[in-house]
């Protein structure tokens, strides 16, 4: 685990520095959202979710964080590495779910808890995208006879305009039992878990600044749940 950190910390000091020959982006940034919802499936109450992003000819390693606001007990902080060519891109996520005072390197009786690492492949084109994601390891990606279950999500994706308000349409699946990510978990078999519209405006404050803002609705048929989740993009 420290090992794998430690690695994503180098490359993102080995981005940063390739600044000095070549352009490299970097992307900063934050929402504030009133729900916390992933994948079609409620994580928390309002929260504030930054992210921070160093990208390289075509590599990309970012971080991005939620932090419930009521409370501050429900935190999350992924880290991520991708490479993208043209519209198809590839990666892994190490994704970090646990209390604001639960330890991160730790391990415990049954591996690193708070750990999931998630493999993704996809398409992401200007109107249609579909992406794979698969959990790799993590120890709470067990099944009931102790192996990696390798909990799986696609989901397709697709881009259209009414006016001059951008939709974007979301269907996300699982196909099959996925006992810890959340999407279909305690579940056999193909499940529906995230049918999804969000809507964005972008709201003139002044001259010089912008604010997007966007409602997103979504059903959660595998968890026989709706939501509808306001958020503003910093």
Known sequence: MKKIILTIAILISGLVSASAQDKA???VGADLVSS??????????AALQPTLSVGYKGLSIGA???TEITTSAAKEFDLSAFYTKGAFKVGVTDYWWSGRDEPYFSKTSTGYAGHL???????VGSKFSLTWNTVFAGGNDINSDGDQAYSTYV???YNFSVGDIPLALAVGVSPWAAPSTGYNAGRDGFQ??????KA???VKLSDSYSLPVYV???IAPAADKSYLVFGVTF
């Open 36 to 45: 916390y919802v992933w994948r079609g499936v409620y994580q928390t109450g």
């Open 25 to 27: 982006t970097m992307t």
């Open 192 to 197: 529906v878990s995230n049918i999804s519209l």
């Open 117 to 123: 690492f998630e493999g993704t492949v996809g398409y």
């Open 200 to 202: 964005t405006k972008t």
């Open 216 to 218: 997103q609705g979504i």
């Open 64 to 66: 991005w964080g939620s």
């Open 155 to 157: 989901e397709g994706g």
